[in-house]
């Protein structure tokens, strides 16, 4: 009878390659990284890489996959669901820097195909979950926008280290921008416009 | 008694290099970047490139800077500030896929130089000038807050080229956006809670 172990062991290596792999794609960037070098970063040999991902397209789709919390992006109330979003977007990207986003992000400013990627991810996925909440004729440019100033914080926070961004606590950022972004998929609710009037109901 | 042309023919070549070297930096990026390419490029001597610009480092510094509107995004009425920053945004990067806020951007997530650059233009001017604007003690935040969104939603329209984004018109994006901005910028303020209820002043 075959013990778990193998399985368990070849699991530890997929992992050990898959965070080895966003290491290397975030320093020298996709088009620069080879299997061989991810394989020397993972300590594995580079047959093990081809075994687990075949090709280095497969590797970095799968090293840069994240997956957007549905569930909590369609709760009934739009502003835990702003807050879920944004809270979700800034504790990931604070607990890894090189996580799957921002080496996906990082990566879809020079790649083509980390480009093709990310419009994938964020399309298909978080835009059309959260478009699905909204009850409004243009619910899908309003779940773009939402996806697209949460990413403009976190770049700007995390990727880019901007001062002022960099210092701010979660806290003093939801504050100030989960009203803006409830008013944003829910426009017209008694949420969207009373806590826009100064008392946003974070904490 | 000199005639003007030889002036004019040196602006004109300058402009030349600065043309040509922000394509290649958009194309190969700031370290790959060469300043014979760059040369080549633009159709000039390398030693044109040189006595004009110096080092490869201050081409770059020159071709990448652009001048925030200061005058533009301190007029009296948030809502028209927070207006007039979205448009000068969004038809700068509309018109020119390769000008210097684009290139930095994407240079920006690969190189050191280009993040130091664009740390000190969104910090030190566009930051500054909106954050001297808002009477509040997290006017910094909420300052540095308006330029992540709206650097969010520029990039993804023209950088990234997200479908719902890239499809959307100006005055679209406009009409959701420019409220949730003036809240931002101008907390309490008639104008935020107006049109945040569902009657944004555009048009």
Do not use: C
């Amino acid at each position: 009878m075959p013990s778990p172990a193998p399985e368990r062991k070849g699991q530890r290596t997929r992992q050990r390659i898959l965070s080895a792999a966003r290491r290397v794609f975030a320093e020298v960037g996709y088009e620069k990284a080879t299997i061989r070098g991810i394989a020397a970063a993972a300590d594995v040999d580079k047959s093990s890489v081809i075994q687990y991902f075949g090709t280095k397209s497969n590797l970095f789709r799968e090293a840069v996959h994240w997956t957007i919390p549905v569930a909590e992006l369609t709760v009934t109330d739009p502003a835990e669901t702003a807050e879920n979003y944004l809270r979700g977007l800034l504790s990931g990207w604070a607990a890894e820097p090189n996580g799957p986003m921002a080496v996906l992000l990082r990566n879809s400013m020079t790649s083509e195909d980390a480009l093709e990627l990310l419009r994938e991810q964020v399309t298909d996925h978080a835009v059309s979950s959260v478009a699905a909440t909204i009850d409004e004729p243009d619910a899908r440019l309003r779940a773009a926008l939402l996806s697209a100033m949460l990413m403009g914080i976190a770049s700007q926070r995390y990727l880019l280290r901007l001062p002022d961004l960099a210092a701010a606590s979660d806290d003093e950022i939801v504050a100030l921008t989960v009203p803006l972004l409830t008013a944003l998929i829910s426009p017209g609710s008694a949420a969207g416009s009373t806590t826009i009037l100064g008392e946003p109901e974070t904490s």
